[in-house]
């Protein structure tokens, strides 16, 4: 590649632009390139020399996405790989995505989620969905998110992208499953004595994985399920020894902690109290028996520190419950004067 560039007659020439002819490989297809500047870009050879318009130019600087292709199966902005040095590689644009002429089912799944507006980051979108599709077959949502991160879209937001990849994921798997089942069934029922030209590979699902290789070594499958399974190779990590407490200790050896600092450890049970603080009886005093139901307050109590005198009985009779039981006590709470009707001034509304 170097020597053809070096001596070909179009090197070189005029004062300051070397050129250079060489044959880029897009799509499958040869498409020579004659006397072209070598430093121009790859994106600028695909579209003004190539007639391949799908990558678009949207900054040329590597920012933005919209010129997403796949040299040697790696996903570049096309933008700032030069087109000489993509001579010997195998190119693939947009226009390849789909073999029959009609929209990919990564570009089918980017228009009906939505993720196409103005669509001058499509093209760009729909390579990047390809790519990451083609590396792994079930993106969780963090790994298409880091995969579309190199994809500017001014119109719509991710969430169309991040959908579409969900959609395409499920579609194939489903396709794929299918198909597995399809050559299983088709094998089974094929006469033993009458060997089957497509016999059915056997399923990723029922591969004995005592022969797989352990952690760190665990092979990709096409089929997602396989990783819970693939899981339980991977060797238990050492366990730090649990700590058993000994409950057969004595129970004073387990409770009997020195008391913090500062602390008096409380009293054993039955120790007086200090009568100061709460006046709590020690314990074992003998509490006054409860007077009978109806005997007057002797003394007037303290609440609060304000004296107060209890009422006592005075004989009244409130009420029956028509049985003819009489409940006896306490005076009755005196009645309220009467609402006044509305309008009518209160004393204290002349100060008011
Ligand atoms: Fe290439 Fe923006 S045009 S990254
Ligand atoms: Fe307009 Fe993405 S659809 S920039």
């Keep these: 590649m170097t020597d053809e560039l070096l001596n070909h007659p179009g090197a070189l020439t005029g004062d300051v632009r070397p050129t250079a002819s060489y044959t880029l490989r897009v ?39 919209a010129c997403s292709v796949q040299v040697d199966g790696q996903l570049v902005n096309g933008c700032l790989v030069p087109a000489a040095l993509a001579a010997d590689s195998e190119i693939n644009t947009v226009e390849g995505l789909s073999g029959s002429g009609g929209a990919s089912d990564v570009q089918q799944a980017l228009a009906d989620s939505g993720a196409v507006q103005c669509g001058y980051c499509t093209p760009g979108l729909a390579m990047a969905v390809h790519d990451l599709l083609q590396r792994n077959h079930r993106p969780s949502e963090i790994e298409a998110r880091q995969a579309l991160c190199g994809n500017l879209c001014r119109c719509t937001g991710y969430r169309g992208a991040l959908a579409a990849v969900q959609t395409v994921a499920e579609a194939r798997e489903a396709a794929l499953e299918a198909e597995l089942d399809a050559a299983e069934q088709a094998a089974a029922t094929a006469a033993p004595d009458e060997p089957t030209a497509a016999a059915a590979p056997p399923r990723a699902t029922e591969q004995s994985f005592a022969d797989l290789p352990l952690a760190g070594e665990l092979p990709l499958y096409a089929d997602s399920e396989l990783w819970h399974e693939a899981d339980q190779l991977i060797p238990p990590q050492a366990q730090a020894e649990p700590v058993v407490q000994d ?75 028509g049985y003819g ?28």
């Design 27 to 65: 799509n499958g297809v040869e498409r020579p390139v004659s006397d072209a500047w070598i430093g121009e870009s790859l994106l600028y050879v695909l579209r003004e020399r190539l007639g391949l318009a799908g990558a678009k130019d949207g900054c040329e600087q590597g920012e933005c996405g």
């Design 325 to 352: 039981h009489q409940y006896t006590g306490y005076q009755a709470t005196p009645g309220h004067d009467a609402t006044p009707a509305h309008g009518i001034r209160l004393p204290e509304d002349e100060n008011a």
């Design 247 to 321: 409950w057969s200790a004595p129970a004073d050896a387990v409770y009997a902690a020195p008391a913090p600092a500062g602390w008096e450890p409380t009293p054993a049970h039955g120790t007086a109290a200090d009568g100061a603080l709460y006046g709590t009886p020690a314990q074992g005093t003998p509490y006054l028996p409860t007077p009978p139901h109806g005997t007057p307050h002797q003394e007037p109590g303290v609440y609060q520190g304000v004296p107060h005198q209890d009422p006592g009985f005075d004989g009244t009779v409130y009420a029956t419950d």
